[in-house]
């Protein structure tokens, strides 16, 4: 498992195991929100919404204008239209890279798929923002 996004296998006194969901709501994904239905791709599903927080610097469930609005209520409209710069945390504005945002973006929007079959594995989604390619390398070539 990738990490704690909220799940615990719990071993009660007769050897058998259960799966339960902690934490915030906002990191579900709809197919256990809905069903009580958890996979690895649910944890997928909630490792998009920490990347769309590390993108944004917003909570989950974040106050804005006078509204609680979910991550995925005002980034996928940003993400659809690419306009991945309003995504992007005011504190890091003028520092991050633009190549490696829309690779960040475009992992955490795959994450959160509603489907969980079209949803990435992990290993697809290190694959996915990995910014370590040919063009950065070339860039950093003609840099030096």
């Not at 994904?29 to 909630?46: C, H, L």
């Not at 927080?53 to 469930?61: A, K």
């Not at 504190?91 to 969980?116: E, M, Q």
């Amino acid at each position: 498992m990738l990490g704690d996004f909220g799940f615990a296998k719990c071993k009660a006194c007769d050897d058998s195991t259960k799966t339960m969901i902690l934490g915030q709501s906002g990191y579900w994904a709809p197919e256990y929100a809905e069903y009580g239905i958890a996979s690895v791709k649910t944890d997928v599903f909630a490792f998009g919404i920490l990347l769309f927080q590390l993108i944004s610097g917003r909570n989950v469930l974040d106050e804005h204008n006078g509204q609680c609005t979910h991550t995925l209520q005002w980034a996928e409209p940003l993400i659809k239209t690419l306009a991945l710069t309003e995504l992007v945390d005011d504190r890091i504005k003028d520092t991050y890279d633009a190549y490696g945002l829309y690779h960040l973006a475009r992992a955490a929007y795959l994450c959160v798929r509603a489907n969980p079959e079209q949803r990435p594995s992990m290993g697809e989604v290190v694959r996915l923002i990995e910014v370590e390619n040919e063009h950065t390398k070339r860039f950093k070539k003609y840099k030096k």
